[in-house]
């Protein structure tokens, strides 16, 4: 019998409330999610911030880019307004605030570092270093689409679990996967066929699959037998799984 696929919420409950922010990491636990992604990037002054986009426009009220801006710029943003106007007034998270959130949390936190088009520098080392003054680090998986970032995270610190995120439908990720000495892959979920979930089992290497929503699909892949599904909807994947 295959252990249950770990639910991870993505950029927090996403679907419930305005996504990476405080509101969405406690609406996830709140939920019973087993874990959260995030995403994070770089203020103009270094600060690692909680953000998907290198665009401030979406999910602000501001606009330009993250880069060029200070985190006290970015601090007196809105951040809720844009997905209702309940959450009007929230602020975005630097990583350390929510790493403090859930210092005490059993669930697993997935640090994807935001590397492209904008490449930021020395964020991989800032996040190594965070990472290592909190206790929970075993909890911790960083991911990127940008492997040359995981490569480096790996030379900082080998003890730190790496995720390989990509889109394509790669021939025995697994192989790529030992080369990087990646934890796990996190593929687009189109990829989630028995022939990589095997080949990775055979391998000692976990899969965390995106973005996945729908239920009947959620069942279906955590039948398959991987390790965790990101998704918008912790509840719905939850009643799907149970
Ligand atoms: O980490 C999974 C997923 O978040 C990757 O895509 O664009 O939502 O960050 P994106
Ligand atoms: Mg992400």
């Known amino acids: 019998m295959l252990n249950k696929s770990k639910i991870i919420a993505h950029r927090g409950a996403s679907k419930y409330a305005p996504e990476n922010t405080i509101a969405a990491f406690k609406k996830a636990m709140e939920l019973g999610s087993d874990g959260i992604e995030l995403d994070v990037q770089l203020s103009s002054d270094g600060h690692i911030v909680v953000i998907h986009d290198e665009k401030l426009e979406r999910t602000s009220?501001?606009?330009?880019?993250?880069?060029?801006?200070?985190?006290?710029?970015?601090?007196?943003?809105?951040?809720?307004?844009?997905?209702?106007?309940?959450?009007?007034?929230?602020?975005?998270?630097?990583?350390?605030?929510?790493?403090?959130?859930?210092?005490?949390?059993?669930?697993?936190?997935?640090?994807?570092?935001?590397?492209?088009?904008?490449?930021?520098?020395?964020?991989?080392?800032?996040?190594?270093?965070?990472?290592?003054?909190?206790?929970?680090?075993?909890?911790?998986?960083?991911?990127?689409?940008?492997?040359?970032?995981?490569?480096?995270?790996?030379?900082?610190?080998?003890?730190?679990?790496?995720?390989?995120?990509?889109?394509?439908?790669?021939?025995?990720?697994?192989?790529?996967?030992?080369?990087?000495?990646?934890?796990?892959?996190?593929?687009?979920?189109?990829?989630?066929?028995?022939?990589?979930?095997?080949?990775?089992?055979?391998n000692g290497i976990s899969i965390n699959t995106y973005t996945v929503d729908d239920p009947y699909m959620i069942k279906r892949i955590s039948e398959i037998g991987v390790q965790g599904i990101i998704t918008n909807v912790p509840d719905v994947a939850l009643n799907a799984i149970n």
């Open 61 to 202: 009220n501001g606009s330009g880019l993250v880069k060029d801006k200070t985190l006290k710029e970015l601090r007196e943003l809105d951040f809720g307004s844009w997905f209702s106007p309940e959450f009007k007034g929230e602020t975005i998270p630097t990583l350390t605030e929510i790493m403090e959130l859930l210092q005490d949390w059993e669930g697993l936190l997935n640090i994807e570092i935001k590397s492209g088009p904008v490449i930021y520098p020395e964020i991989e080392e800032k996040v190594v270093s965070l990472v290592n003054k909190f206790s929970n680090k075993n909890r911790v998986i960083i991911s990127s689409f940008n492997h040359y970032s995981l490569v480096k995270i790996k030379k900082i610190d080998p003890d730190i679990k790496t995720g390989i995120l990509y889109v394509a439908g790669l021939y025995e990720p697994w192989t790529y996967a030992k080369k990087l000495d990646a934890y796990a892959i996190h593929p687009l979920f189109y990829n989630i066929v028995p022939e990589v979930v095997f080949g990775c089992l055979e």
